[in-house]
């Protein structure tokens, strides 16, 4: 297919979690192909807000909402907002993380009932929300930003792990459900990243993580943000129900 296949040019987009140098990253991504970009946050802190709207500044002042993604209220009303402001939804983008690095036995109930929340519930929310609208104007793209810790298991981080795997199959389900209507939902898994928490020392030499991945190195954001645009694009119209893995082979790894 010919360049113009992979442009985004009066298309519509709603990035949730906008705060993260992912979101961010696919936010500014999207804008370059000439998409029409809104942004929300994930979670109402005010960290997060303000680096949402640091993305929509960067975006040239495009739409940004502050909501709580485990509300599905909230994310009920974000959809609607992006429906009415922009006439229409043609790409979403979920994006919430929230990273638990503990021994099992050690994760309270209360953690793990918000991980859960922020990196599923709210992610079937936005889904849930966007989804049968964009089936009944016949053409929608979902993407759904997981982990590569979706697919391989590590220690320390079960919770984590078990959630990010259910995006994967929740994923699976929705592509099956909307593909005849021309929704995709297709998910993308960055490994380690640079901002990566606890990552440390970016030495392959000495750093156990990086020892891991076969290109001895952490990936940027900006690494993904394209991935996200072939995805949202024409060009990926008979691509669904997948999880393209962006880890610097590191899932490829024995």
């Not at 360049?3 to 696919?26: N, W, Y």
């Not at 891991?212 to 940027?220: D, F, T, V």
């Not at 900006?222 to 590191?250: I, K, M, Q």
């Amino acid at each position: 297919m010919p360049v113009e296949g992979f442009d985004l040019t009066g298309k519509k987009a709603l990035v949730i979690g906008a705060e993260s140098s992912v979101g961010r990253a696919i936010a500014l991504a999207l804008k370059e192909a000439d998409a029409e970009v809104a942004v929300t946050s994930a979670r109402k802190d005010a960290a997060d807000n303000g680096a949402a709207e640091e993305t929509a500044r960067l975006l040239g002042g495009a739409a940004a909402r502050s909501i709580d993604a485990t509300s599905a209220s909230q994310v009920n009303e974000a959809i609607d907002e992006a429906f009415r402001r922009m006439g229409r939804l043609d790409i979403l983008v979920t994006c919430p993380d929230l990273f638990l690095a503990k021994p099992a036995g050690d994760i309270s109930d209360a953690e793990w009932e918000k991980v859960f929340a922020v990196n599923l519930s709210s992610v079937f929310f936005a889904c849930r929300a966007a989804g049968p609208r964009m089936a009944k104007q016949g053409y929608g793209r979902i993407i759904n930003v997981a982990s590569g810790l979706g697919e391989r298991g590590l220690p320390n981080c079960s919770a984590y792990c078990a959630v990010k795997g259910g995006v994967f199959n929740l994923t699976r389900a929705l592509a099956q459900e909307w593909a005849a209507a021309g929704v995709t939902v297709n998910v993308i898994a960055p490994g380690w990243l640079e901002d990566t928490p606890g990552l440390g020392d970016p030495d392959p030499q000495t750093n156990r993580l990086l020892r891991y991945i076969p290109m001895r190195r952490a990936g940027r954001a900006d690494e993904v943000g394209p991935l996200a645009v072939y995805v949202a694009s024409d060009s990926a119209g008979y691509l669904t129900g997948r999880t393209l893995f962006v880890d610097g082979g590191l899932t490829a790894h024995l």
